[in-house]
């Protein structure tokens, strides 16, 4: 079945807005390296990784079903802020955007009866879920370390301990 017009625009705009996550994620990192906290900035870089791969996702998906890939410029990434936390806080709406905008592809997709976008949706749903919770955790546990540098230093060693996942 050919996708529909509406929905192929909407995932090209979801490869755009994967690669300005993975763009903004390699801002994070790059904050992170210079307040010298390298583990936390591995996480992010990892991060970057995986955005990446989900926009070869869709990428992929709008190829195999024989609609046109169309990149869009990816807007710069904010790169000031003013406390570590802040920097977790930003991961996590930019999650909460991607979570919205695979809800409303998630509705496109359901609205047009297109059920072959299902299981690659699906597969983000949970994957959402996963990324918020998981940035939520550090956000709570960066609260509690409450300025103790000792904590600090502790969940930067946590962090810097991720290593890619395996594809
Ligand atoms: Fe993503
Ligand atoms: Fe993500």
């Known amino acids: 079945m050919a ?7 909407a995932f090209n705009d979801q490869v755009a807005l994967e690669l300005t996550s993975a763009h903004q994620y390699l801002a994070l990192s790059a904050w992170l390296e210079k307040e010298g906290l390298p583990g936390m900035a591995n996480w992010m870089r990892i991060q970057v990784g995986e955005e990446n791969e989900h926009a070869m996702r869709f990428y992929r998906f709008l190829i195999d079903r024989n609609a046109a890939v169309v990149l869009k410029s990816i807007p710069e990434p904010k790169t000031e802020f003013a406390t570590v936390v802040d ?11 991607v979570t919205a905008a695979i809800n409303s592809l998630y509705s496109m997709a359901t609205d047009v009866r297109d059920f072959a976008s299902y299981p690659l949706l699906d ?13 939520q955790q550090i956000i709570d546990d960066l609260v509690r370390t409450d ?21």
């Not at 996708?3 to 625009?9: H, N, T, W």
């Open 123 to 135: 597969w983000f749903v949970d994957e959402q879920i996963e990324e918020e919770a998981t940035v």
């Open 3 to 9: 996708l529909d017009k509406e929905l192929a625009a």
């Open 147 to 167: 300025g103790n540098g000792h904590a600090l230093l502790m969940l930067d060693r946590e962090l810097g301990a991720r290593v890619p996942t395996a594809e």
């Open 87 to 97: 920097v977790f806080r930003a991961a996590l709406a930019a999650e909460q955007r």
